[in-house]
């Protein structure tokens, strides 16, 4: 039976951090308990169905920041309309200082296995600066009261070149967060989207961020620590200890299939990627009609195989793409791939077509060659 992954949107947070552009909303809980009702109905009456459910992932916004027992109906709404794996991976985000001990208890019991920790940083004056709502302080209580409780499977999210922030600071951060020995690792770098505050201050000199350069020797920094530490470089952004990858971001990178629910939520499912309404108030009136968003072609899922396979250390494999597409990579893509292995931004190893290290930092570049 085939096996997708299910994502849930849940866009409530306690006070919207400065560099955020994603759909998520403050002050907005008196809508919270119709929202779970209406994804619970969206849940309840989609129309996809005889498939196991391999992952599910509760994103957001910050889902710890509502009722635990909302996330509990969710999970059991998600097990009562279709089959879920008996060893699904499933992950929720949590943020310091939304996490309480009843909440990670919940959490446990209604199967959630994998916790993703939204921290960006170890220096309170830096969080401060970006409108995170917590402390490092408060994170390493949260950290190990989920150790306690048993969680053997943790992300950590981090964020390279904030503001004020310096190659030896990215360091200790680095090295500090080693230190706690998480499953799983995530670093961005910091961009600045458009309508963001963290974008007004910076133009309005309240704020210097680091330059391109110094936010290159950062990543590579922090790729050289992890990777001395035991932690496998497996996607541009994301270190994992053995076996420890994550299984439902590899498989969106693997272009296997997924739904979501919620507000924003996008599907893509039967060569299709549809969404939902973007704010709460148009999604709980028409949480059952999707917006299309794309059709794909074969050449359209060819092009998109190599950009999301792309993002993978290992890259794509030929004889998979091979199996997909029926026709070898190597001449489907030969104009593409030829000017790239010329620029030093991709090699050919074996079965596998992946960034060098130079295309590492100019991957933007490579991925643009597939959209």
Known sequence: MKEIGIYIHIPYCKKKCFYCDFTSFDNKEDTIKDYIETLKKEIEECEYKGFDIGTIYIGGGTPSSIEEKYITELINKIREKFIVSRNAEITIEINPGTVTKEKLEEYKKAGINRLSF?????????????????????????????????????????????????????????SEIINLKPEHISIYSLILEENTKLKEMVENSELKLPDEEEERKMYWKAKELLEENGYEHYE????????????????CWNQYEYLGFGVSAHS????????????????????NKKKIEEIQTKEDMAKEYMMLGLRKIEGVSISEFERKFKINPLFYFRFEISKLVEKDLIEVDLDNIKLTMKGLDFANQVWQEFV
């Open 268 to 287: 893509y499912f039967n060569g299709k990627r549809f969404s939902n309404e973007n704010t709460i108030e148009e999604y709980i009136k028409n949480y």
């Open 118 to 174: 939204g921290l960006q940083s170890t220096d309170n004056n830096i969080l401060k600066k970006i409108g995170r709502i917590h402390t490092y302080e408060e994170f390493l209580e949260n950290y190990q009261l989920a150790r306690k409780l048993g969680f053997n499977n943790i992300n950590i999210d981090l964020m390279l070149a904030l503001p004020e922030e310096t190659e030896d600071a990215i360091a200790i951060k680095v």
């Open 236 to 251: 541009i952004s994301n270190y994992a200890l053995p076996t420890y990858q994550s299984r439902h971001n590899t498989e």
